[in-house]
């Protein structure tokens, strides 16, 4: 039987490495007889990270039943909170609702709460051990919690005969006054300074009815401890805020940190970096073992993935969730897939995925076809689902390409359709994975857990109950894989280490690197309970918001046990300037500053600075006469005169701006899909103006076009067409008829072919001939005109002089922009690009710039020069080729 008078309590100080100096002690103690330590008994603590995973209900009222608040006390501490806000009231009273009718639930369902099992079963335990206790020795060690049914058992533990706990990192009071002690709290309702590192071992002892004085200090140590000195330091250094004044008279050994460093760095990526260094350079001591210890799992996995540079795989304790490995991604992108039903995006992110395809010269042919549909996909939408995008991809002329996809695809349409039960989505995840990768999906433990995953779903009631639809499939599945780490099988390199602050707690590094020092990273922010105001977590004795502030402060005072400490933190995050963590202020405040490892940081900024900025001129290539083109578009003549290095990229080193996949509905698809109907109307409704609108209609109809551009679009397009009905009407009452649409002509002009296509060609009553240009868009100014510039009509028009037209024979005379901008109240605006002009002085004007030009750039040697003239080169194709930003405006 367990004996109340004998205590058997112990602290390994923090300057020492827990884990080792409690099996230092274990074999001391117990190693002589070989099946002593086999039969005994170690518990070990904290439920805390799967808590964390909880909902915010499902915590709470877990919160609740562990601390075995009666259903009673709740009502009762509602109404001791008085004037709260209305909010709080609702979750109060939908709380009390839940927290009354729970046990009932469950009884109905013949169930247990997991909170109230596991509180049911410590309390067994405790029962019986107090009466019959283990016949080897037993240990409870590491144990932060001070649930009550935890404290029991761990009470009767510290009472039997051959019971032990050994607790982490308390302050005896030669590290810790009394005082200072005593004034940390809990009064009769766990209440006091909650966010100090020593008030959950406090409520812990309080608990379990054991006196600080009683805990002897535990007398073996193992390797990578400091001395003991630096434990009252960091003491001193977390002092509570009303005690803070007695770092005035504390002598220098009091306050003395020596084995700590700090590293400030400008960013998170050269924090990283900073980190990265120090534990590669750990490795150049023999035997050295180095860890970064920080709750910030970007800072990391970035160490992670810079470890790798040298070839250092680090034994990450939290591995990766699912979602972030290649399985997890993989089936996000077919849920992605699925739920925009094979829009072009997340398709090709999805057969871009390293598992798709196959492997070696099969996945090499796989990209080809890949690359294909990549380019197919640029410009606007096409329409959803396999139907629609057989039709796109027909119209495209990469049949052959989708054909070697589509197969692998077909499990992926009309998925998500309809909402579905989670476990039927898991089937055809499953089945859409298996189709895509084949056996790679499926290999190694990340493939096994993601496998065991579906299986579970497959298998699960509740999934069968719980309905997918396309709009929350992706973050549910996500919130599934997130849940699951996955760790290698063999952990990595042995003596590089990446730890949580759970796993630090209980071993220790020659060289611990305490990464993220910031606030609202360690400590975290507290995460706001939905449900419990503050107010009333005090009134209950719940722990509140505050306490695993308390906790991140006892990981960190612990941490500063190891040998060596490296303390890094980041001047600025991704969005603005951080703040120090109030833990480093403390260390900062006590010591007079902590010594900076200027070294770390000065070979961090050298590891990856390209220099000092050299920026370059504005390009201007020169090639030879004979590699200069020797025929032009008359679409580039405006560019070459304006950008003539956007000419060169384009015509001579053949760079084309591709378009975005999935892009929005631009100028120049819209300009393309007039010309279309303008030419379908000249071609096949005989140009009756009444068809012009019916041929406009029919476009708007197609299912390409998006809802929302198509509702934004069509009313000033129909007034558009209307107005050019009408334009047409009046021109064909006067003896103008369409002769031409979408012509291709030729003529040699000074020395260069070139090449032109015309909107519209109509014949005059006198015989001659009309360009017409359409634009939805403002036509070009008359000061463009004048300036040289604007130069198209009058090129189609020597292109028609001279006969370049195929069956279209005689004199230019009239040069028209038909604009679809809105113009006096309405849409449509015709323009004479030849007004007050003399008969041929259009014509002549345009050959002579032309000509300057060709001399020049063409047939001459002028310098392909970028932005000669920037007030006519309004597009930026080949801004970032030019390296515009080095040298534009620049003296």
Known sequence: MSDP????????PSHRSFADA???????????????????????????????????????????????VAPAALHDAVGEAAELARHWELSLAKLQLMYEEWPAILRQEDGLDLAERRNRLLRRVAERWSIEPPSGFSLAAGITTAAPAVAALVGTVARMPRGMVVLSGLWLADVFPKEEWDSLGPDQRGRGETAHPQFHLKLLLDRIGIARDEVQRWHWSGRAASPPARSRAVANAMAAPEYSHKWESLRASERRLSGIR????????????????????????PGKTAALVTPDRLLAGRVSALLRRWGIQADDSAGRPLSEVAPGTLLLGIASAAAEELAPVPLLALLKHPLVGGESEERAEWLEHVRALDRAFRGPRPPA???GLDAWFAQKRVTRAWTAVRDRVVELDGMLREPLPLSRFATLIGKAATALSGEPVWRGPDGRMAAELIAELEASQSAAQLTVSAEDAVPLLRQLLEERAVRPPYGGHPRIFIWGLLEARLQRADLVVLGGLNEGVWPALPAPDPWLPPKVRATLGVPTLEFRIGLAAHDFASALGAPEVLITRSRRDSRSPTVASRFLLRLDAISGGLPRDRVLERITRALDNPGSPHPVDRPAPAPAEDQRPKDIWVTQVDRLKADP??????AMLRLKLLDPVDADYSA??????????????LEHDDCHPDKLRVRAERLLAEETIHPMPRALWAPRLLEAIDWIADLERKNQSEGRKPLKAEITGEAPLAGIVVHGRADRIDRLPD??????????????????????????????????RNGGFEEVTGEPEVFEYWSLIRDRGGFGKCVRADKDMSDGEFLERAYRSFAEAAARWLNGSEPFTAKLNPAYAPYGDYDQLMRLEEWYGRK
């Open 5 to 12: 008078k004998r205590v058997s309590v112990y602290t390994i």
């Open 22 to 68: 409690l099996a230092a002690g274990l074999i001391a103690r117990f190693g002589k007889e070989p099946l002593e330590l086999a039969r005994g008994l170690i518990r070990g603590g904290g439920s805390a990270e799967s808590l964390r995973l909880a909902a915010d209900l499902a915590r709470t009222l877990d919160a609740l039943l562990i601390e075995e």
């Open 262 to 285: 700090l590293a400030e760095l400008a960013d998170g990526a050269a924090e990283a970096q900073a980190i990265a260094l120090a534990l590669r350079e750990a490795l150049e001591t």
């Open 385 to 387: 689902g396999l139907p």
């Open 645 to 650: 290095f956007a000419f060169y990229a384009s």
């Open 668 to 681: 120049r698809w819209k300009g393309d899909e007039v010309h279309k109907v303008f030419q379908a109307w």
């Open 767 to 800: 015989g001659g001939l009309a360009i017409v240009d359409y634009k939805t868009g403002k036509p070009p100014s008359r000061k463009a005109v004048e300036n040289g510039f604007a130069l198209q009509l009058g090129l189609l028009g020597l292109i028609g």
